[in-house]
């Protein structure tokens, strides 16, 4: 892997507490000897070289999470929440691998995978100076984002081309400050090799979710599969296992507090430097109704779910998903709360300000730069309860109501085509029958919901469409218009879009009113957060280059989705006064739990290998038994699900799963004190292939 050293990126020094999620190329520049001291054993090459490698490059993308390679056979391990979907999908009722676990005795028994998909790292080239180039150009904030969408999709379009097998991106850090070209291996006969009992691996359930103590066995493994001569192609029966040129060995020597851990993968979103208009915003407003519309649409998911075993399988994968945004939204205000991250900002801008007026020379260069940043987020502000409904509400959640979205969708495609027609695909996928299952038992109520968050809000922040709802609340407003609507039947939906615009326009039903109003709002919301990431590739670029300036140390970008690192170390935290929280837990704990009831109900395998757990070669000698989780420092987000969390000799000692509620708003800051992720043990894992879902072959293959 080749790369320029990055032009605005400054040397990482160890300075600081274990705050970054820093770059390849940064780790290299790193007080080596200060990591020494720490635990490192591993060189700088051995860790990550540009061009051969190293054991970071162990480390994949694995549908949206961090995955690793395991051995050399193609083995990788993530978390069981990562594979969650994948696990569903292999099972039924009958068979249910999700409820039960799954166990693959020989290869020919791992189970495809299907929409499972594995990139694995092979190039990154810098190409800041063709973006600089085309965004000069550009004469005003939404041809400026216009232009950088489109290079992006032509350098994609020819990466893609110039080899087989591979799968190109284009990553932005600091605000456009630079541009990485990712090219990555793309691997999708992707098989299931092991996934403990659901009651392992989602052991606690949501309440327990973001919590320490925990005690949840959140891995899964999988296996890359590839044709006989090492090149990526779908599924096969005659394909191999894939052969990684670099995979992490598992260590049983375990951690103890003050241990140095590194967590290795693919953070997906922080926003360190935003300021306090923006901050304060989604504390006072966008956590809060996002928690609240989740809340409610999780409740009838979960009677939805609860009417019977299919349909419980059905919707397993969204409650879980939903549900850890619900949390996360709740993490976040309580975080934000706690930390006085609105005051610390104000206090950060005030400073900024001394500093700039200090001296004239810095004054010329970054100008009214805080005070141009103010004004952008502000005026997001005002917008941010419109851009919630178009976005979230009926963007995300629309899809819960397959009637609505299907129609939103195919009346924006109306829209956007130049001549008003609905292109065949979307009017042949009107006629799914999926569109008209469940009316009455979950997009009714859905619906209901959705509805009722539209007519909730003040006379300006209605959306457009809206207006032809009936009733007095979501609920009647939802019975109105599935009584108007002649859309409930396939054969109707596809006559009626396939006379274009102006057979929709001319339409009396409620429904394609409803959603030829919505279709417009959604098209404008986009408009404007193009708009406004255009404005941040000039003001926001300033922003950042004024905030190197200012910090006068060690500086690294704000998360998205690339290879990142971050140092550690295993340490307990005081989440209230006169609280300690200790930084591992163990079998004696789990078993404490133990209620015989979801959350807390144990597989019966795993309450029968506990009394002799203690003779077992996985016993922690300071704990006196099986570990299960522990707690570092690292810096972490969503997208470092399923990171392996290596020692000084890059082994692996645990894998990352969580963060402790009081850490959810480190997206917008890390802190010291109370910034805790929690991971599995490696020797928990271990322990549970060996006694409890015994898997010889596989801990064999471990080295283990």
């Not at 951690?255 to 851990?261: H, R, S, Y």
């Not at 901050?279 to 928690?291: K, N």
């Not at 609860?306 to 969204?318: H, I, N, Q, Y």
């Not at 130049?418 to 065949?424: F, I, L, R």
């Amino acid at each position: 892997m080749l790369i320029r050293t990055a032009v605005y990126f400054l040397a990482a020094f160890l300075l600081l507490p274990d705050e970054g999620q820093w770059l390849p190329t940064q780790v290299r520049e790193m007080d080596w000897d200060a990591l020494q001291k720490r635990g490192m054993q591993l060189t700088r090459d051995e860790f990550w070289h540009p061009e051969r490698g190293g054991i970071l490059s162990a480390t994949v993308q694995i549908s949206g999470c961090t995955g690793s390679f395991v051995s050399a056979e193609g083995l990788m391990m993530t978390n069981h929440h990562c594979g969650f979907g994948a696990i569903s999908g292999l099972s039924t009722v009958q068979q249910n691998h999700l409820e039960n676990g799954f166990a693959a005795a020989t290869r020919a028994d791992e189970l495809p995978a299907k929409g499972m998909e594995v990139q694995v790292l092979k190039r990154i080239d810098d190409v800041t100076s063709l973006f600089h180039e085309a965004q000069a150009q550009a004469k005003g904030d939404l041809e400026r984002h216009q232009v950088t969408e489109e290079l992006k999709q032509k350098l994609i379009r020819e990466g893609n081309a110039k080899e087989p097998n591979v799968t190109c991106s284009i990553a932005s850090f600091l605000e456009g400050r630079e541009y990485h070209l990712y090219t990555r291996t793309r691997l999708t006969d992707v098989r299931l090799v092991y996934a403990p009992p659901r009651s392992i691996g989602e052991f606690g359930g949501e309440t327990d979710n973001w919590e320490w103590p925990r005690h949840t066995g959140d891995f899964t493994f999988f296996r890359a599969y590839c044709a006989p001569d090492g090149t990526p192609r779908g599924y096969d029966k005659d394909n191999v296992p894939f052969r990684p040129q670099h995979w992490l060995k598992f260590s049983a020597e375990g951690v103890k507090e003050g241990d140095l851990a590194i967590v290795m993968g693919y953070p997906g979103n922080t926003q360190r430097y935003r300021t306090s208009a923006g901050v304060a915003v989604r504390l006072g407003w966008f956590y809060p109704r996002r928690e609240a519309v989740l809340t409610a649409v999780l409740d009838v998911l979960g009677t939805f779910a609860a009417s019977s075993p299919e349909r419980e399988l059905a919707v397993a994968a969204t409650i879980k998903s939903l549900a850890n945004v619900q949390k996360n939204a709740r993490g976040m205000i309580f975080g934000m709360s706690r930390n006085g991250t609105v005051d610390r900002k104000l206090r950060e801008e005030a400073e900024f300000a001394t500093w700039l007026a200090a001296d004239p020379a810095r004054t010329k260069a970054h100008g009214d730069v805080l005070k141009e940043m103010l004004a952008h987020e502000e005026a997001e502000a005002a917008l941010m309860p419109r851009d919630f409904q178009a976005g979230f509400v009926f963007g995300q959640l629309a899809g819960l109501v397959p009637l609505l979205a299907s129609t939103l969708d195919a009346c924006e495609a109306a829209l956007r085509s130049k001549d008003g027609t609905v292109p065949p695909a979307t009017i042949a996928a009107l006629g799914n029958k999926a569109i008209d299952r469940d009316i009455d038992a979950l997009q009714r109520p859905v619906l209901a919901i959705l509805l009722g968050e539209a007519l909730g809000g003040s006379d300006s922040d209605r959306l457009a469409g809206t207006e032809v709802l009936g009733g007095a609340d979501g609920a009647a407003a939802a019975d109105d218009l599935l009584v108007r609507t002649r859309l409930k039947d396939a054969a109707t939906r596809q006559e009626l879009f396939r006379g274009g615009l102006e057979r929709l326009k001319a339409s009396e039903d409620p429904m394609v009113q409803l959603a030829l109003g919505l279709a417009r709002e959604r098209m404008d919301w986009r408009n404007r957060v193009n708009e406004r990431q255009g404005r941040m590739l000039e003001l926001g670029r300033r922003w950042i280059g004024a905030q190197q300036e200012f910090r006068g140390r060690s500086f690294y970008p704000d998360a998205n989705s690339t290879l990142r690192v971050s140092f550690a170390s295993v340490k307990g935290y005081s989440p209230r006064d006169g609280v300690f929280n200790t930084p591992k837990t163990s079998v004696a704990g789990l078993l404490h739990k133990e209620t015989g009831a979801e959350p807390f109900a144990n597989p019966k395998a795993l309450l029968a290998a506990a009394p002799d757990r203690k003779a077992s070669r996985f016993v922690d000698a300071g704990l006196g038994d099986v570990p299960v989780c522990f707690l570092i420092d690292g810096d972490t987000t969503g997208g470092n699900s399923g990171s392996p969390v290596v020692n000084g000799k890059g082994e692996v000692i645990g894998l990352n799963f969580d963060r402790v509620f009081e850490a959810v708003a480190g997206d917008f800051g890390w802190n010291p004190d109370r910034s805790r992720n929690i991971c599995v043990d490696a020797r928990y894992i271990l322990w549970v292939m060996d006694a409890v879902m015994p898997a010889p072959a596989l801990l064999k293959e471990l080295g283990h």
